[in-house]
């Protein structure tokens, strides 16, 4: 008797190993790509952080330099503060976060958390990771844009511009040598 069971306990542990999910590989068929409206040449954005010697925080306007191919970060006063080449752009992709507004935090303050934690508004972020030539080290950089439409026609013009490949809503640059099989 114990050892029939312990036949179907072992025959039952067997029999689920043998049909255990096996590892798909990631599919590389491009997907149909989304019609946006095209991006305009130049529009504004809060620099958010990430790039190496620049550490403030800073609203400006980011600028397509189609002539020197790279991405165009300039001050309020309309000096440049630093560009971004195409070719060093690894990945693109866009970041949303849900935040409670100063007027959700002072209704919750004043009445109750429950009333003012659904005072809520979306921020909407550009964010650039990118390999520099400078300094042969990789960052991140992010940008605040305020309107989801002008973020994903920005990101779509950038991945077109920087040559890149659409995995998801993100684009990325493939390797150019792929990694040893051990074969």
Request: aromatic share 10%.
């Amino acid at each position: 008797m114990k050892k029939g069971l312990l036949l179907l306990v072992l025959g039952l542990f067997a029999g689920a190993a043998a049909v255990s999910a096996q590892p798909r590989p990631v599919d590389t068929t491009a997907s149909a790509p989304v019609a946006v409206k095209p991006a305009p040449a130049s529009f504004e954005a809060k620099y958010e952080g990430g790039m190496f010697g620049f550490a403030k925080k800073e609203d400006g306007t980011l600028k397509f330099d189609d002539a020197s191919e790279r991405l165009v970060f300039f001050s309020k006063e309309q000096k440049e503060v630093f560009a971004i080449p195409y070719k060093s752009m690894l990945i693109v992709s866009p970041q949303s976060q849900s935040v409670q507004t100063t007027a959700g935090k002072v209704v919750g303050a004043v009445f109750s958390n429950i009333v003012g934690g659904f005072i809520k508004e979306k921020r909407r972020y550009l964010v650039i990771n990118f390999d520099d030539p400078d300094v042969e080290a990789k960052g991140t950089v992010n940008f605040k844009i305020d309107d989801k439409e002008l973020l994903d026609s920005v990101i779509a013009a950038i991945a077109q511009k920087a040559e890149l490949k659409q995995r998801g809503d993100a684009y990325y640059r493939p390797r150019s040598v792929k990694p040893d099989d051990g074969k």
